[in-house]
């Protein structure tokens, strides 16, 4: 494990220190977590709720990781997603926003919320379309519960790099529009995992979510 946080540690001190690295932690077991957590990761992303609820419960020590779900949620998990997650990433209709607003309020609980857009077709992403989202937005923006803070992007694979900022940086100019023409506040960009956080960096991402360049592959 030192080496595991010898690595993980020099790669946090190489991103921005006002960049939030999210770990994905998908499969990853609970003392490489502890190694992250000791190479001074204080953010997990996860991408389903049951291992969520497990791995936090086997992590309670750790009282100031803040954890994310990045995955798709499905509404029966919405509950169990309320009460797990500070931040709720993968938020990708209106339909799921205003249920996770009514948990939220029989809970007490007032989430952090990124918008998943899609912004290039992509059948295996989901997400809110530009204009689906600028649809939603008076809607979005009534939800009184959920504290709707940002985008997040998944841009599809095999783009050029190229390509690939070309989305990151239509992101950060969609959330700098939805600013001045609406009243939500979306100051973060979640985007960039391990093969192209420098691009979502150079766009101006504030989050980035590696997984494999930390942890290696994936089991």
């Not at 049951?50 to 779900?69: G, S, Y």
């Not at 509950?79 to 339909?95: G, H, N, R, T």
């Not at 996770?100 to 990124?114: F, G, K, S, T, V």
Request: aromatic fraction near 6%.
């Amino acid at each position: 494990m030192t080496d595991l946080i010898d690595r993980i540690a020099q790669f946090r001190a190489s991103i921005p220190p006002q960049v939030r690295v999210i770990a994905v932690t998908k499969t990853v077991s609970i003392e490489a977590m502890r190694a992250a957590y000791a190479a001074g990761i204080r953010d997990f992303g996860e991408n389903r709720v049951q291992e969520a609820e497990v791995k936090r419960a086997a992590l309670a020590d750790l009282t100031d990781v803040t954890w994310h779900l990045i995955g798709h949620l499905q509404s029966n998990k919405a509950k169990s997603a309320i009460e797990l997650f500070d931040w709720i990433q993968s938020v990708d209709s209106l339909k799921l926003a205003q249920r996770l607003d009514r948990l939220a309020q029989e809970q007490n609980r007032h989430p952090q919320i990124c918008l998943q857009v899609k912004l290039l077709s992509d059948p295996n992403k989901a997400g809110f379309s530009v204009e689906e989202l600028w649809q939603a937005l008076p809607q979005l923006a009534a939800l009184p519960n959920l504290q709707i803070r940002g985008l997040m992007v998944i841009p599809p694979l095999d783009l050029e790099p190229s390509e690939t900022l070309k989305v990151f940086q239509h992101a950060k100019e969609l959330a700098e529009k939805i600013q001045i023409q609406s009243h939500l506040q979306l100051d973060q960009l979640s985007m960039g995992m391990s093969d192209d956080y420098g691009l979502a960096l150079q766009a101006g991402a504030t989050m980035i979510r590696p997984g494999r360049i930390l942890f290696g592959a994936r089991r």
